[in-house]
């Protein structure tokens, strides 16, 4: 069974970090109408008074976001981006009613758009209307297909939001599939590793395919041998990338289930991907440090470290 996949997180996160490169990928025509020397400002405060928390939910996300035209125009822009796996019929009327909500707020009317990555190819709703005895009215807005997308020439650009689109397309094709996921996975790491990309552009891509194609314990495990494998055939500098955005991750977990086991769990799953099987033998000392802050320490010296006889020692193993 695959791992959940975090749709909403991966793409709420891909508009906060990659918006001027996600718009020009899925909205070229609107990205080549803003300044992006002038920063822009996510409203997720006043979004969340507009929209309430009944409203929202998982596998959706809106963003509205202040940004200024070429012409010297402040705008306000809302993005929507329609994750579920399957069409969603309300979907018209919800865009209608954040447009007169926002509009009522800011007393200006925003540019509304839709970004429907379900893969269903024939639901592409693009307006809402309504009326009777004579009086109505007529709301559109553009959308995107995130399948219809040319993720080729968005690779040849160096665009890293067409690498999470690879990531998403994916996901939703390997349900149910964790190997063709794992292999897939690997492909799209390899590439990213090697692309020539800044090191900062490839964690936040790394994270990002991280959430999108988790993997079950014993092919994740697979992943990160592979991934070791091939870094000792071909040098490729920013292979700890991986590794410490899987520290990252488990740091976060390790609030929800304690800083302490969840730090723990993750040094065993980082020692088992560097040395293999034989490093289980070190699960109970590491569960006896109870130390958060030699946890991190242990953590990080697993990317320096060359044996496994070398970080048994700074484990004090004899």
């Not at 964790?178 to 994270?207: A, C, H, W, Y």
């Not at 314990?217 to 494998?229: T, V």
């Amino acid at each position: 069974m695959s791992e959940p996949v975090q749709y909403d997180a991966a793409w709420k996160l891909t508009l906060e970090q990659f918006l001027p490169q996600f718009l020009s990928l899925v909205f070229p025509d609107i990205a080549a109408t803003i300044d992006w020397s002038v920063p822009f400002t996510f409203l997720d405060t006043e979004l969340q008074q507009i929209v309430p928390d009944s409203e929202s939910g998982l596998m959706r996300v809106d963003k509205l976001v202040e940004v200024q035209r070429r012409d010297g125009v402040a705008e306000l822009l809302l993005i929507h981006a329609e994750v579920q796996a399957q069409r969603d019929d309300d979907l018209p009327e919800r865009m209608f009613r954040y447009f007169c909500r926002i509009s009522d707020r800011f007393q200006r009317f925003p540019v509304s758009v839709a970004v429907l990555a379900d893969p269903v190819p024939s639901w592409r709703p693009s307006g809402f209307r309504t009326g009777q005895l004579g009086c109505g009215l007529e709301f559109c807005f553009p959308i995107c297909k995130v399948s219809d997308l040319d993720v080729e020439a968005g690779l040849a650009m160096g665009n890293p939001v067409a690498r999470v689109i690879q990531a998403h397309r994916l996901a939703q094709s390997t349900g149910g599939r964790p190997v063709e996921r794992r292999e897939g996975k690997f492909g799209l790491v390899r590439n990213l590793l090697t692309s020539g990309m800044p090191d900062r552009e490839i964690r936040q891509v790394l994270r990002l395919i991280h959430w999108l194609l988790a993997l079950p314990a014993a092919e994740e495990i697979s992943f990160r041998q592979d991934l070791g494998r091939l870094g000792k055939e071909i040098r490729m500098p920013n292979m700890s990338n991986y590794d410490r955005v899987v520290w990252e991750e488990g740091q976060i977990e390790g609030l929800a289930k304690g800083r302490v086991e969840g730090l723990q769990d993750t040094l065993v799953e980082l020692v088992e991907y560097r040395f293999g099987p034989a490093a289980l033998l070190l699960r109970e000392r590491i569960e006896a440090v109870r130390n958060e802050a030699e946890l991190r320490r242990l953590a990080r010296s697993i990317l320096s470290v060359s044996s496994l006889a070398e970080f048994s020692q700074q484990l004090g193993v004899k």
